[in-house]
């Protein structure tokens, strides 16, 4: 074995995939299968929330975006270009890293929900999870990976096991590095029968721990959510369930009354800045690839391809 890599959300997936297909041999070591990780959960849609430091996120959501229109265009990756609105009561600024989108432009005042008096409307790669992660572990096992459910009780016992071992742990990289300036941000989202809703749209009014959006899948739509820090309870709450329904509702009049098909709780591992960084471990080195917060999915295959270049010297 070259690599051993830690977790297989996003993160751990996209970087053994990288690492794999340059002709190294890769394992995972996972606590739990994909579909139970924090992955599953995300909306998921292309963008750069609640992550940093912003000149290194930059260049990975360039690779990302990159990666996963090229993606869009593949049947069977679960990803497609969707287009969508992020709207306000006030005032809104796109945020620095929407510069990276080729046709970012303010919404027509016909655009905007009733109450809503700024947006903007974009295209960008979105993400059906489930169906997304399966792609990638299938994509890791014909490049030749192999994917063990076995936890790992301390980063220091792999010293000797490979001579590159990366740490992709999300949230509990907090326990297991230890690392206390990683921080879970709750996410809880509802998954319902699509009523007919194509674009994406994201309510940008700051309400903490709340945030209003709907992703539509096909014939499911992902409504969200909640930014709960600190709060690690990954059990679905009904009445916070209801709440979002509700609020997705009171901004598209077609939810009210929605068919709920399930329920997804995710943590975030959110941290000031991304760690992504390597150490020595034993005679070896172990990289950490964690702390990606709001944006895993967008970020994945930028910090995979960064890890990749310097491990192939
Ligand atoms: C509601 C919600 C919406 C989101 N929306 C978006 C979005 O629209 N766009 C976007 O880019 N991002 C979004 N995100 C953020 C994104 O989901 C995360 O940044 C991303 O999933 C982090 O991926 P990860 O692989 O680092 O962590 P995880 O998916 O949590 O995977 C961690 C892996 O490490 C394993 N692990 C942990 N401890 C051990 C151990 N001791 N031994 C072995 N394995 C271990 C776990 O089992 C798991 O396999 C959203 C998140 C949530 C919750």
Redesign the pocket.
Known sequence: MDVLV???????LSTAISLAEAGLSVTI????L?A????V???????A?KVGPPDRVLGWGRTGLEVLSKLAAEPGTGVRMAAGREVSRGPLEPYYWTRLLTDLRDCEESELPDGFTNGWHYTAPLATMPVYLDYLRTRFERAGGTLEV????SLASLAGQAPVVVN?????ARD?VPDPAVVPVR???VIAANPGIEEFLVNRDPEPPWIVYMFPHGDTILL??TNDEGNSDTDPKPEIAMRIVASCAAIEPRLRGVEILGHRV????WRPEVRLESEPLGDGVLWHN?G?????????WGCAAEITRVVLG
């Open positions: 830690i977790g297989a959300g996003a993160v751990g070591r996972t606590a739990a994909p139970q990780t924090t992955s959960a995300a909306g998921a849609v292309w963008g929330v076995s936890p790992v009780a992709c742990s999300g949230a509990a297991l996410g809880q989202v969200g959510g995710g943590l975030r591992p964690y990606h917060g709001g944006a895993g999915i967008s970020m994945a």
